[in-house]
Nanobody
């Protein structure tokens, strides 16, 4: 069982930066592939970024590639999402998720645990 708690969301102007954190409970955090997703009202939750259990492999949605960076610190049971050059279309509720799959997966149904989400709002 893993409990996930996101933090770091807020309001930022276009071009600015935010760093989201996701703190996980449990002693097996390093066994989970982690992902970040986002959702806006009326749309499906979409994959943003994923990271392997060791942190040596990452994957990004095309819409954020080159602007967002996912990382993890297994000693702190935390995964991060550094978001730079933010755009108004990045506005969404951001969720972190954990999966027992061996590789990074983009389908949200393959994730086993979810956080409650944190709001990110980018003003133009």
């Amino acid at each position: 069982q893993v409990q996930l708690v996101e933090s770091g969301g807020g309001l930022v102007q276009a071009g600015g930066s935010l760093r989201l954190s996701c703190a996980a409970s449990g002693r097996t955090f390093s066994s989970y592939v982690m992902g970040w997703f986002r959702q806006v009202p009326g749309k499906e939750r979409e994959f943003v970024a994923g990271i392997s259990w060791s942190g040596d492999s990452t994957s990004y949605a095309d819409s954020v590639k080159g602007r967002f960076t996912i990382s993890r610190d297994n000693a702190k049971n935390t995964v991060y999402l550094q978001m730079d050059s933010l755009k108004p279309e990045d506005t969404a509720v951001y969720y972190c998720a954990a999966t027992m799959k061996y590789t990074i997966v983009v389908r949200l149904r393959l994730y086993d645990y979810w956080g409650q989400g944190t709001q990110v709002t980018v003003s133009s």
